[in-house]
């Protein structure tokens, strides 16, 4: 704090909303319960070497049955609004056919309890939990998955369409497509550069079908989005071959998303760089149109930027991957990834705020008018409980307090930002990285369930319920 000049407080503007998020396989547990049928991350978790110390959602941090209970803490911490997921295999085992109704029933429930705190919900179809059966016949890079998750678009939403407001069609599609199927560090574990490029483009169609079957059975008041984690590309230097890096990086990672969404067509370079591996004959008449039906918002999801350069440098690059591994990054063999200086996170993420200030900028400035919502951020830490049964968290005050005025700073220069929801509610499984990360408000103990608030949580419910973040963080 000391380093911190004291400044004016920062006051939200009226109406934002303060959210956390969380998402269905990470929290919920209860996997085999009310007819849920198996998806592909409960396979990957089943393949050795693939999630460490073997760790599954098989109970996560048993949200199904507590829901009441964290709806409960939500309402104590101040939250006006919670960003959760539904589990598609939880509506339609296999991907297809009538809906399950206990699985729907568990959302209608939550979704209840929610309104009746006075919790906005905001309900996202998609957070990587693709039914193993579709899988089974090609997962993603095949074209019949996005009309699957079309008609399942629809289930859904007439189910909770009369008391969801808010939906968010995908969560980051980059990571379903590029992780699942280029790099293989996510589900379904795929190191197939041809095959993440098809999923990147069915992924968009998916979102293009959702979107229809959500307008014609939603109010018309019904807020609808897509969530991209959109990347903050830098160059390491100003040489021109750094700058073709960024330009390369940035059409694999935010243009192979935004190009279709909002302009209709894919980018010209982007389909040049990749012309070895593919002439993208899986886009068809019809699809783009589709892609780029008008929405209400668009979520962002933010945690660290992109430092990128030209050429191999032969050193392990800021996403973890060596130039000899698999990249999620087709066709760029020839970036190099670098790791910036200064305070990381338990993940090894430079803490940047000033990443999510450029961020949000550009997308104002390239999409003048675009309403924005920061749909995830947050930091994972090593965190504990003291004897005393408190968590002291420090550094996450700090960063939630740095990115909330990177998001604030934004809203003064003229950035259209409706809310932000914290990643995450609850410390929860993290993907390939298991439980060992913890990037709740809440900690909670594996053993026990106990939900504890951090530090951090009491900091963030008095952000979120005075509107106002303090000139200086006290942390
Ligand atoms: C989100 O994904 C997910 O939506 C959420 O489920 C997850 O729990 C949360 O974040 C925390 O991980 O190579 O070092 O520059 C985050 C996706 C993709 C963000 C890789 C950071 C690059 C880090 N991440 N990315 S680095």
Redesign the pocket.
Known sequence: PENQPAGPDRRFPTGFLWGAAT?AY?VEGAAAEDGRGPSIWDTFCRTPGKVRNGDNGDTAVDHYHRYRDDVALMAELGLGAYRFSVSWPRVQPTGRGPAVPAGLDFYQRLTDELLAHGITPVATLY??DLPQALQDAGGWPERDTAERFGEYAALVAEALGDRVPIWTTL??PW?SAF?GYGSGVHAPGHTDPVAALRAAHHLNLAHGRAVSALRAALPATAQVSITH?LHEVRPLTDSAGDADAVRRIDALSNRVFTGPLFDGAYPQDLLSDTAALTDWAFVQDGDLACVSAPIDFLGV?Y??P?VVSSGLTGER????HLPSDHSPWPGSDHVA?H?PPGEQTA???VVDPSGLHDLLRRVHRDRPGLPLMIT?NGAAFDDYVTPEGAVHDPERIRYLHGHLDAVHRAIEDGVDVRGYFQ??LLDNF??AYGYGKR?GMVYVDYLTQRRVPKASARWYSEVARTGVLPAVDQG
Request: aromatic share 24%.
């Open positions: 998402a990470q957070h990587w969560n980051e990571c992780l984690n999801n945690y660290v992109t690059g800021a996403d973890g990834f790791r993940m090894g993420w995830e990643w995450s993290e993907w990037f």
